[in-house]
């Protein structure tokens, strides 16, 4: 079996088109594993929920579709941040809202655990460290586990002598899932921060135990002419041009 691994699409429609695409070009996957914050920052929340619907897929809660539905405060936001998911609350249908009520923290799937941010902190904490991911392999039971939160795709490993080991997950890896307990972040699919402005997501073959990493350039100028006729903050249009 075969399975997309997807995070933090942040309403960029454009992206998650391509990143569609993508997996059906290669020949499909058997379900979307989604990581969270499908909405916030980008033009489309409305659509990009109603895209992810028709597909087969499973998805847990980010902190983006969490504010942006009332159920935890934007006070944690910055500014940029706060004013996108104003906006994006005004966009949603009932229901879109009730969809993202729904969406659970933690996610058990075979081998997997799938959070948002991380085991221990599912909304807010960003592994961005190897010291921090090291903590974290303490917080879930399974041998793997997929977040999304920091937009960097990132493996951190996990031997049996406790040495943990944190690496940038590139296109050319071959990842094969062995002994060692995993933390997999495939990137993120709508607005990528590791100076690569294409967008990421991985697929993850059961068969071959293997993981990789797939980038996909997409129309950029038509998700920021968007966000611009919309009014949304400026420092969020202009990122996505350089991937930060
Ligand atoms: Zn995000």
């Not at 088109?17 to 409305?46: A, F, N």
């Not at 939160?149 to 094969?176: A, K, M, W």
Request: charged letters at 20%; aromatic letters at 8%.
């Amino acid at each position: 079996m075969r399975y997309a691994i997807i995070s933090d699409i942040h309403a960029n429609l454009a992206a998650f088109s391509v990143v569609l695409d993508d997996i059906k070009r290669q020949g499909g996957t058997e379900q979307i594993w989604c990581l969270g914050d499908t909405i916030g920052y980008g033009p489309d929340p409305h659509a990009c929920i109603e895209l992810l619907r028709q597909t087969n897929h499973i998805c847990v809660a980010g902190n983006h579709d969490l504010a942006a539905i009332g159920r935890i405060d934007t006070a944690a936001f910055n500014p940029d941040a706060a004013v996108s998911c104003h906006w994006t609350a005004q966009q949603l249908s009932p229901a879109d809202v009730e969809y993202l009520g729904k969406l659970p923290l933690v996610i058990q799937k075979d081998d997997f655990t799938l959070v948002h941010g991380s085991p221990r902190e599912p909304i807010w904490e960003y592994l961005t460290s190897t010291s921090l991911a090291k903590e974290n392999f303490a917080y879930f039971k399974s041998q793997f586990c997929l977040v999304g939160h920091s937009h960097v795709p990132l493996v951190f490993s996990y031997d049996e002598n406790s040495t943990c080991i944190g690496r940038r997950f590139l296109t050319d890896i071959q990842l094969t899932l062995g002994r060692d307990r995993l933390i997999i972040n495939p990137g993120s699919v709508g607005q990528p921060r590791d100076g690569d402005p294409r967008a990421s997501y991985a697929i993850y073959d059961s068969a071959t135990r293997q993981v990789r990493l797939h980038r996909i350039p997409y129309d950029i100028t038509s998700t920021q002419n968007k966000m611009i006729k919309h009014g949304l903050p400026m420092p969020l249009v202009t990122r996505l041009s350089y991937g930060t």
